[in-house]
């Protein structure tokens, strides 16, 4: 019976990799769009993490607005990475059962 089990527990194992690796394949075709300065810019992140563009408004890219414009950009950046992650929690959650805070 113990090898029996054992056996259950790896096909278990098997059967959860494939959905992570499924679920690793949906994020990577899932979109996060995050807009900031009223649409001024605008981040398109993959579930995956990796930034599939990056648009600034012309108004913004004046050497008087650098400062402005970095701050704005490094804070539109990191709700997109945030919210991306979440997505990514989110799918993983619903694949494992188990919460995995700050993927």
């Known amino acids: 019976m113990k090898g029996r089990a054992m056996f259950d527990k790896m096909k278990q194992l098997f059967e959860l990799q494939g959905k992570m ?6 994020l990577e075709s899932s979109i996060v769009e995050v807009e900031s300065n009223n649409g001024q810019i605008k981040i398109v992140i993959s579930g995956d ?3 599939k563009s990056l648009e600034i408004a012309d108004a913004l890219i004046v050497k008087e607005n650098k400062t402005d ?12 990475v945030r919210k991306s992650q979440n997505l990514a929690a989110s799918k993983m959650k619903e694949v ?3 919460n995995i805070p700050g993927l």
């Not at 690796?21 to 949906?26: L, M, Y």
């Not at 701050?71 to 997109?80: G, M, P, T, V």
């Open 49 to 51: 993490q990796k930034i």
């Open 21 to 26: 690796k499924a679920v690793k394949k949906e």
């Open 69 to 80: 414009l970095c701050r704005d950009l490094a804070s539109c950046f990191n709700e997109a």
């Open 96 to 98: 494992s059962g188990i």
